[in-house]
């Protein structure tokens, strides 16, 4: 499906926030996702995932929630950098700019009012949140969201603590060699949604690390990183219809 996109300004609170728009060239109206970048910022890699989804039929938005900062784009090889800039965001304006993301969509003729969030690494913890704390969310594939049982900043709740505000069916990948997210936090996030009578299915893949859907990182596993996309497109179809 031919894809057309475009850097769109999204008005958030008083400030306008850039973020990458991709559609399908023609028909509609589509479901809508929200894509959130990793903890390296709205990267070339990110935008690209943007339009994968678009040229599968969805209306697809990902929010530089960085826009803040200055030089708010890491290289893949700048963890200390990527983590300075994670550290900036706070949990209450992370959501009210995803807000105005889904709300920006809400206004697109070429939109249907079904909405799903998508995210990476840090994203993916940002995408579940969301889920949780905005009931406009029908569908959440969060991948490898680090700090969703168990928060990571003093006086920050972790997201799986507004599970009770989550509307939406989830759909979350996990690596069993994923450093960054012990397989207890993996087990007690299923546990929890189960716990909850959430609608949840929870994939660990066993040999996969931490960035596996990333073919820029050397962590990228291509075989898992194709069913992980099948896996995901089915379920927005499904759910968002």
Known sequence: MEVVSEQVMV??????????????????PYPALVVVMEAFGLNSHIKSIT????AEGFVAISPNLYFREPNN??????????FRLMGTLKDDQVVADMTAAINTLKTLKEVKPNFGTVGFCMGGRISFLTACRNADVKASAPFYGGGMVSSRQP???APIE???????????????????????????????????GK????VLYADADHGFMCDERPSY????????????????????G
């Open 73 to 82: 784009v890491a290289g893949y090889n700048d963890l200390p950098g990527a």
């Open 51 to 54: 339009d994968r989804f678009a």
């Open 155 to 157: 006086g920050v709740k």
């Open 11 to 28: 008005q958030t609170g008083s400030e306008r926030m850039p973020c990458h728009l991709a559609r399908p060239a023609t028909g509609g």
């Open 221 to 240: 596993h291509p075989t898992h990183a194709k069913e992980a996309w099948a896996k995901t497109i089915a379920f927005f179809k499904t759910h968002l």
């Open 162 to 196: 507004y599970v009770e505000g989550l509307r939406a069916p989830v759909l979350a990948f996990f690596g069993g060699k994923d450093a960054f997210i012990p397989l207890a936090e993996v087990d007690k996030f299923r546990d929890t949604l189960k716990q909850a």
């Open 199 to 202: 609608q949840a299915e929870v």
